[in-house]
């Protein structure tokens, strides 16, 4: 799963990072980062989904990965 924050949306409530703190960490201004480069784990995949619905401007997109 890949997990991209849009940074020109994001106005930094936290909400991702206060729900979802083993995908989402903050910056020195509070706004919100995916750890790990964007990349989550499968066993992460649920805390991913969480965080990006707790994103008041939806400024979260999570990609499934395809198995293709």
């Known amino acids: 799963m890949k997990v991209t924050i849009d940074h020109s949306v994001c106005t930094g409530h936290g909400m991702c990072y206060a729900n979802a703190p083993e995908v989402f960490v903050d910056d020195e201004q509070g706004y919100g980062q995916v750890a790990g480069g964007g ?30």
């Open 39 to 68: 990349v989550v784990a499968d066993r992460l995949a649920e805390s991913a989904r969480r965080g990006a619905r707790s994103c008041p401007e939806r400024a979260i997109s999570v990609v499934e990965r395809s198995d293709q």
